[in-house]
């Protein structure tokens, strides 16, 4: 695992880029990203959105697969992750919409949805560059607090946690929907590389506990300790429970940010 602390949540958002634009650049204009929704990953869609408008960055050809949606949002909800990464990603960074996957949370079998999302992304190829946000309590995706470490795509029953944390862009606590589609832990872990990305004081305790804690599903995002590719930016305010963030500076000044440097 891999440290990056920034100074600021701009800082985050570039230094993510950079090393998204780098596997774009390993694994060619057929790159299969792992798009995230929520307030974290806006300053690395930004940046992104940068590289692509200034003619470095092709993600034309890309395919994108989201880590989860809600159940019962109509695709054209505008909180639904499906309408989310249509104004985040896709139009910003110039996808391709036919080449974008959001699970379906509308489904009428929603077991089948699931298993067919896994399908869809097997036969891409599998992921190469899975972005993250982290919850609150330590969850990703919508893996809740003791998820299965090897779950797959599946339906979740959100926390009331993650609903209050994610009332803000509902009206009422009543109308954050109470279930979900997400990728597993065990799904996450099958993308070559990941990069999850952290702002704030409030995220500054599942930070902590998921990159210096034990490995365990009360804190699901920990299961990137197993991951050999998993590179966590972090501003200074959400690394500032970490007890090892002088050795991270250390490491991130004496040589090039690569996920395989000291995982
Ligand atoms: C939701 C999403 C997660 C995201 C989390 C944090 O629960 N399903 O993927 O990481 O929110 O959101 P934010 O970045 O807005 O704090």
Redesign the pocket.
Known sequence: MEVVICDDDREVGHVAAAQIAQVVDDRGPSVVLGV?????PMSTYAALAELVDAGRLDLSHAQAFA??EYVGLPKGHPQSYHSFIQRHVVEPLHLNPHRVHVPDGTASDLERACIDYELAMAAAGGVDVQI????SNG????NEPTSSLSSRTRLKTLTRR?RE??QRFFPTLDAVPTHCLTQGLGTILDARSVVLVASGEHKADAVAAIVEGPVTARRPGSVLQFHRFATIVVDEAAASKLELADYYRQVSSAKPLVPTSTS
């Open positions: 995230a929704t929520g307030s974290s880590l989860d993250l946000g982290v919850g969850h990703i995706g919508f993650t944390d994610n």
